[in-house]
């Protein structure tokens, strides 16, 4: 089935306890395309100032990424992002944001997108994902991440998206800020009640939650990673790997959506050993099966 | 398996968002005990001063705990902790500790026990512990607990221990602290250096980890609870579910100790739907196994 992602394209610093990594390439629908790309064809919907000097065409060689999408807006810069990762790699200071080319008109979806039928809205401004997804036809499967900023201060956009997709994933932090509520099993209930039906629970090095609608609870520990220099993009590799799966499967029953959430969680230990997306360039589809099956056996009991 | 704990009896003041229970029956050794007594006979060693007014033999009634160990010392008083749960549940402030009969000389191990094989040496003082497990004979397995005050305080007592334990068991900021490593993966095998052939992570909500020698893994999310009333001696029960378990198989491999940290999972989760010890007491072995099953279809894909 044919997978479509929204969301940025970044011109990233990343500073970590293992070192820094200066402009570097970044953004969720970049990581989100590398991630999606082991299992699936991906269609990418993107935009950056004339400044951009990645060729993205390069860095996706031998993967299937659709780059139609891609708007390079001239007179306009690239989103760019600081962050500073503390010495847990869990938490991190954003530094300095630089929206440029975000705070202008959001790209199209082109024509030979709008079939898209499996969709990731990486985070933005919960309006802009609205009109997005308004651009495609007729989506089977529609996945949403989100962040405190709109939480906070656009909740009612926000609302009226969670009505409109099938599965909102996001970071433990938020969901108990959306829910007003501590408890994660709880926060999840009170959420599936505002729309959608499924919620992934991001929850760092303690590994996600899946819960929907119907009551059904699937957890998974992370990857007991040794080997973490740079987390930017966990959580988009994490959604790249899992819509992916999903998209290549053609299926979103609870089985299908567990094993996509284990290789969700597989891309994303690949993803954090290296910075920016050195860590998902240098792995393939075969290390990947095997830490599945390790993962299997590290949680089976 | 004959099941040995030494550990506290306490009497507690629990304050959390759900209520306040004011000087109830408390100590790692009395929720160890009534943990593990779901598996196996247990031998309890600790002791109060004279103004403890539990009936222990009350309190364990139809359940298999020998309190031949428990000393009731006159013109002392009893252990007494007041805690403060924040809105998480999961951090808590101790907002008063009285340690009365235990800052004088530790309890013995009577005569009857001195031959117990499976030993559990809660929570105390590293040179306490040592001397406690002295005065068994020949233990088969003996796990221990510690805290970050014997880590910071008494490390070299500490690592005496730790060369004559089998299995450390404790909760993931203090392998932290004492292996001064945030990657709980490289601070377990650091741990492991120092001693003993088994570590068992404490995540609170998270699960748990369990790491050996040889570089096994194991990782383990904590029941989805959606009740948690109070999570004093949470970590006990786990603790004790685990050891009970391993005392009733009488084994100790890999594959055992995984369904010990699942059954002690289960058990903990039982633990905090309610204050003091009424969530363990108002369960069974037959909702244990229950929720065993739940737990393995909750991880499962």
Same mark, same amino acid.
């Given at each position: 089935?044919?997978?479509?992602?929204?969301?940025?394209? *970044?011109?990233?610093t990343?500073?970590?306890?293992?070192?820094i990594?200066? #402009?570097?390439?970044?953004?969720?629908?970049?990581?989100?395309?590398?991630?999606?790309?082991? /299992?699936?064809?991906?269609?990418l919907v993107?935009?950056?100032?004339d #400044? !951009?000097?990645? +060729?993205?065409?390069?860095?996706?060689?031998?993967? %299937?990424? %659709?780059l139609?999408?891609? &708007?390079?807006?001239?007179?306009?810069?690239?989103?760019?992002?600081?962050?500073?990762y503390? &010495?847990?790699?869990?938490?991190?200071?954003? &530094?300095?944001?630089?929206?440029?080319?975000?705070?202008? *008109?959001?790209?199209?979806v082109?024509e *030979?997108?709008?079939?898209?039928?499996?969709? /990731?809205?990486? +985070?933005?401004?919960?309006?802009?994902?609205?009109?997005?997804?308004?651009?495609?036809?007729?989506?089977?499967?529609?996945?949403? #991440?989100?962040?405190?900023l709109?939480?906070?201060?656009?909740?009612? $956009?926000?609302?009226?998206?969670?009505?409109?997709?099938?599965?909102l994933?996001?970071?433990? %932090?938020?969901?108990?800020?959306?829910? #007003?509520e !501590?408890?994660?099993?709880?926060a999840?209930?009170?959420?599936?009640?505002?729309g959608?039906?499924?919620?992934?629970i991001?929850?760092?090095?303690?590994?996600?939650?899946?819960? +929907? *609608?119907?009551? $059904?609870? /699937?957890?998974?520990?992370?990857?007991?990673?040794?080997?973490?220099? %740079?987390?930017?993009?966990?959580? $988009?590799?994490?959604?790249?790997?899992?819509?992916?799966?999903?998209?290549?499967?053609?299926?979103?029953? !609870?089985?299908?959506?567990?094993?996509?959430?284990? /290789?969700?969680?597989?891309?994303?230990?690949f993803?954090?050993?290296?910075?920016?997306?050195?860590?998902?360039?240098?792995?393939?589809?075969?290390?990947?099966?095997?830490?599945?099956?390790?993962?299997? +056996?590290?949680?089976?009991?």
């Open positions: 089935m044919s997978l479509l992602v929204t969301g940025t394209i *970044a011109i990233d990343i500073k970590t306890p293992h070192g990594s200066e #402009d570097c390439l970044g953004g969720a629908a970049v990581y989100f395309s590398m991630a999606a790309s082991f /299992f699936s064809p991906v269609r993107g935009v950056v100032g #400044d !951009f000097s990645f +060729n993205l065409a390069e860095v996706f060689a031998g993967r %299937d990424v %659709d139609t999408g891609m &708007e390079t807006r001239a007179q306009s810069k690239t989103f760019r992002w600081t962050g500073l503390h &010495e847990n790699m869990d938490d991190r200071t954003t &530094e300095r944001t630089e929206l440029n080319v975000l705070a202008e *008109a959001p790209p199209k082109p *030979a997108f709008k079939d898209s039928e499996y969709v /990731f809205l990486a +985070n933005t401004a919960p309006a802009i994902q609205l009109g997005l997804l308004e651009q495609v036809e007729k989506p089977t499967f529609v996945a949403a #991440d989100t962040m405190n709109w939480i906070q201060n656009h909740l009612t $956009d926000l609302k009226t998206l969670l009505k409109k997709i099938d599965c994933i996001i970071n433990e %932090d938020e969901v108990r800020m959306l829910a #007003d !501590f408890n994660l099993i709880i999840a209930r009170k959420i599936l009640d505002m959608m039906n499924l919620i992934v991001k929850k760092g090095e303690s590994g996600s939650i899946l819960c +929907n *609608a119907n009551g $059904d609870i /699937f957890i998974l520990p992370a990857y007991p990673a040794d080997e973490v220099k %740079d987390p930017t993009g966990a959580g $988009d590799c994490f959604a790249g790997g899992l819509m992916g799966y999903l998209a290549k499967s053609g299926k979103t029953d !609870f089985e299908t959506l567990k094993t996509a959430i284990a /290789f969700g969680t597989v891309v994303a230990s993803a954090i050993t290296d910075f920016s997306l050195n860590g998902l360039a240098s792995t393939n589809r075969a290390n990947i099966d095997k830490r599945l099956d390790m993962l299997r +056996n590290t949680t089976r009991f």
